[in-house]
């Protein structure tokens, strides 16, 4: 069973967060003598909002979630790292992750001086049998579910990661910073009846965002309050939030963005699987595709040498290169040279 007190670390159990000016007063006045900022205004002479309420409310009402239940961080990699600050005793605690998957969980981990244990997907990238998941976790620490999975484009089932949740006692998260191209439902649909779950969004992929740093952790009120907590009480500039707020705003060009991109992925798909060089064309839920060539550095190092660079990913699935679903002229460009291979 799982309890949010068994598993928060004791140093983080007796935090008494920092409590800065903006958050101790953060209503109305005309003088702001409390936070020994420069007077002139520029724009971004006063610090942040640290709640990052008004982008929260928008958040909210697209996911249709409570502000409570929504943590903001710098891109998703800052929660993925105070997740690990949260519930791991360096050294002793540790975490799960099913590769091939993405890279950061290994890397966050290391820098905490946690162990990553690996559970292996299967052949086709499905999720081990929650026996196996058994076998192997122990009672606390996190599990990373990436999904749909970098670099592989699997989606996972909900009743899958529902049975992890219920079969685990420590932190779930589910990484769906691909969500918005997936055919599949949000993991958000099991926050309500699970509470040690967490879904990672961002800001960086569907919606064109990647250079302001925006990511999202949603989970359980008691989990949200833990993650704020602990972050740096300024973790997102004045201009990120603003525009983040307005993409927001203006979601329409985000949806329609969305739309072409993903029947791009289908046209490239179908293309890529006539290429002769092409072993295999993975199905993918997500901005990119995994293919398995017949020679994959031949081709990677081909493309570099015309201006073109995709992921070689043969060091963790033979063979392999991942290609981002690019612009139609972009796509084009890369069939017509890999055509020149052939
Ligand atoms: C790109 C990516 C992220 C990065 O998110 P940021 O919000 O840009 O930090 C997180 N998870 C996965 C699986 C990704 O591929």
């Keep these: 069973m799982f309890k949010l007190e068994n598993i928060l670390r004791q140093n983080i159990k007796e935090l008494k967060p920092y409590s800065s000016a903006r958050s101790e007063f953060n209503g109305q006045a005309t003088i702001w003598l409390d936070a020994n900022e420069n007077p002139n205004e520029s724009g971004v002479n006063r610090y942040p909002d640290p709640n990052q309420l008004e982008l929260k409310k928008l958040v909210s009402d697209l996911k249709g979630l409570p502000v409570e239940q929504i943590f903001i961080g710098n891109g998703s990699d800052e929660a993925i790292d105070l997740l690990f600050r949260a519930f791991c005793e360096p050294g002793i605690d540790k975490a799960y992750c099913f590769p091939p998957t993405y890279g950061m969980y290994e890397?966050?981990?290391?820098?905490?001086?946690?162990?990553?244990?690996?559970?292996?997907?299967?052949?086709?990238?499905?999720?081990?049998?929650?026996?196996?998941?058994?076998?192997?976790?122990?009672?606390?620490?996190?599990?990373?579910?990436?999904?749909?999975?970098?670099?592989?484009?699997?989606?996972?089932?909900?009743?899958?990661?529902?049975?992890?949740?219920?079969?685990?006692?420590?932190?779930?998260?589910?990484?769906?910073?691909?969500?918005?191209?997936?055919?599949?439902?949000?993991?958000?649909?099991?926050?309500?009846?699970?509470?040690?779950?967490?879904?990672?969004?961002?800001?960086?992929?569907?919606?064109?965002?990647?250079?302001?740093?925006?990511?999202?952790?949603?989970?359980?009120?008691?989990?949200?309050?833990?993650?704020?907590?602990?972050?740096?009480?300024?973790?997102?500039?004045?201009?990120?939030?603003?525009?983040g707020i307005k993409a927001l705003k203006n979601i329409s060009t985000t949806t329609s963005q969305i739309e072409l991109i993903i029947k791009e992925r289908t046209t490239l798909t179908t293309l890529l699987k006539n290429l002769d060089v092409v072993d295999k064309v993975f199905p993918s839920q997500a901005n990119f595709i995994l293919v398995k060539f017949h020679d994959a550095e031949k081709v990677y190092n081909f493309l570099k040498s015309n201006g073109t660079?995709?992921?070689?990913?043969?060091?963790?699935?033979?063979?392999?290169?991942?290609?981002?679903?690019?612009?139609?002229?972009?796509?084009?460009?890369?069939?017509k040279l890999l055509k020149e291979l052939e």
Excluded at 316 to 321: A, N
Aim: aromatic share 4%.
């Design 309 to 335: 660079i995709v992921r070689n990913r043969s060091n963790q699935i033979r063979e392999t290169l991942r290609i981002t679903v690019g612009t139609p002229m972009e796509n084009k460009k890369l069939i």
């Design 107 to 243: 890397v966050s981990a290391k820098i905490n001086n946690v162990a990553l244990e690996s559970i292996p997907c299967l052949e086709n990238f499905e999720l081990p049998s929650i026996e196996r998941i058994n076998s192997v976790t122990t009672s606390k620490g996190l599990v990373f579910i990436c999904s749909p999975n970098n670099p592989t484009g699997t989606q996972h089932p909900l009743e899958k990661i529902k049975k992890i949740c219920r079969s685990f006692s420590g932190i779930v998260i589910v990484d769906e910073a691909y969500i918005d191209f997936a055919k599949g439902q949000s993991a958000t649909s099991l926050l309500q009846t699970e509470p040690n779950l967490i879904v990672l969004q961002t800001l960086s992929k569907a919606f064109g965002l990647a250079g302001l740093r925006l990511g999202m952790a949603f989970s359980s009120p008691a989990v949200t309050s833990v993650l704020n907590n602990i972050k740096p009480p300024y973790n997102i500039n004045t201009l990120s939030q603003k525009e």
